[in-house]
């Protein structure tokens, strides 16, 4: 059973820092890009970074330079280290298959105030 859980969200001020954590079960992560999404409060959710089988990694506009994507293949684990955080990324975030997305977890609430 393909499982994913999300970890590492909290209350941080604006520009403050977090490192999100996810580890998958049920599959071998390290043969699919992996993808950190995100939902606000009333919108829909959004992919925000992923990183592919071979280390390249692509960037919503409004996230990058200041997020970055990482894997640990043999920990099955997605990490996403968040910087100069603004209350606009403030949400869920999620982390599943770029493509042929799986069930998603619970995922992890980050709240960013200004």
């Known amino acids: 059973q393909v499982q994913f859980v999300e970890s590492g969200g909290g209350l941080v001020q604006l520009g403050g820092s977090l490192r999100l954590s996810c580890t998958a079960s049920?599959?071998?992560?390290?043969?699919?890009?992996m993808a950190w999404y995100r939902q606000a409060p009333g919108q829909q959710r959004e992919w925000v970074a992923f990183r592919d089988t071979v280390g390249n990694s692509q960037y919503i506009d409004s996230v990058r330079g200041r997020f970055t994507v990482s894997r640990d293949n043999a920990k099955n684990t997605v990490f996403l280290q968040m910087n100069s955080l603004k209350p606009e990324d403030t949400a869920v975030y999620y982390c599943?298959?770029?493509?042929?997305?799986?069930?998603w977890g619970q995922g992890t609430q980050v709240t960013v105030s200004a």
């Open positions: 599943n298959r770029f493509h042929s997305q799986m069930a």
């Open positions: 049920g599959f071998t992560s390290s043969a699919y890009t």
